[in-house]
């Protein structure tokens, strides 16, 4: 069966004899003020058959053109597919304070951001087949990749994330906020964000609990992870003396975020366990929508389109053929 995409753009058929026609009374103007040497040669009393050929030629040409813009597609048989859904936004804190160099990776210190990165590019990396989003905050919060197949691009933007790019606070409501908002319009996902921070609310026009609000009505889970080491060693004028990095961490709110829609709190105080809770998050199976009937379409405008193309030439060509016989 075939059917056009775009139908509207037959009625630009019309244009081309429209345009035929108004030109009509300056071409027998024309014709009457031929040279009287040349009248025998050119003038007739009517239109030769080559004329009328060449029309009715570019005519067929330009309704193959127009058939071409309408978009022919052939609709196969229904199949009965089942639609699976998984959606994920990922919200990474970029604070000031995820500078703090508390965590290691291969034996080499990294600060906190680099941490995630090296983990969640792996985690993205696995999502074949899923869709992924994210959200960088930190004074405010904003979407630097909307939901998408294309986890390359998610990947290589959150690699390109910068510290202190949109100020040193942290707006944890306003991401969660943000996300709600991106996954409000789709009923036909499990609608899953993974929150990552290493701080507490202190910035943002959302609060913690307006974006918990927000999240539990809408039916999106929330995964906080809460980053940063618990304790680390530093040297002081006075020796050696262990300071907890994390102290800031509001575990509290985060986990209320998480019980209250249904997801997980997690503590990530190294490498290892962060990646522990990745390879969890892997476990979570995606959502069987109801059987859908899809029909399989196939384009077809490349054939008018490629005929109107040879029957150009061949009009062009004959034209030339004619011109050359006659001296020109």
């Known amino acids: 069966m075939i059917e056009f995409g775009w139908p509207w753009f037959a009625l630009a058929w019309i244009l081309a004899p429209l345009l035929w026609w108004l030109r009509r009374p300056q071409q027998r103007q024309f014709s009457t003020l031929r040279v009287p040497q040349l009248a025998e040669n050119s003038i007739q009393p009517g239109p030769s058959s080559r004329r009328i050929w060449q029309g009715l030629f570019a005519l067929l040409i330009w309704t193959l053109v127009i058939v071409a813009l309408c978009r022919p597609q052939w609709l ?10 998984r959606e994920m936004v990922l919200a990474v804190d970029l604070s000031g304070s995820m500078e703090i160099a508390d965590m290691r990776i291969n034996d080499n210190e990294v600060n906190r951001l680099a941490m995630v990165k090296h983990v969640v590019s792996d985690f993205i990396a696995r999502r074949q087949g899923d869709k992924l989003g994210l959200i960088l905050f930190a004074d405010t919060a904003y979407v630097q990749s909307p939901i998408t197949y294309d986890l390359r691009s998610v990947e290589q933007l959150l690699e390109e994330a910068q510290l202190r790019l949109i100020g040193e606070r942290t707006a944890i409501g306003d991401a969660v906020a943000l996300a709600v908002k991106r996954f409000r319009d789709n009923e036909q996902t499990n609608k899953i964000l993974i929150l990552l921070t290493d701080g507490q609310n202190t910035a943002g026009n959302v609060s913690p609990e307006q974006a918990q609000q927000l999240a539990a009505y809408y039916g999106v889970k929330i995964y906080s992870i809460g980053v940063g080491a618990d304790e680390v060693i530093v040297d002081s004028f006075f020796g050696q003396r262990k300071v907890n990095p994390s102290r800031d961490l509001d575990e509290g709110m985060l986990r209320g975020l998480a019980e209250a829609t249904g997801g997980e709190y997690f503590r990530a105080r190294s490498t290892e366990e962060l990646e522990a809770i990745y390879q969890t998050l892997d476990q979570y ?5 109801d059987e859908q009937l899809r029909r399989p379409q196939t384009e077809l405008f490349y054939w008018p389109a490629g005929l109107a193309l040879l029957l150009l030439f061949g009009l062009c060509l004959s034209k030339l053929l004619w011109q050359q016989r006659r001296g020109f």
């Open 76 to 85: 196969g048989e229904p199949v009965q597919i089942r639609s699976e859904a």
């Open 285 to 289: 199976e995606p959502v069987a929508g």
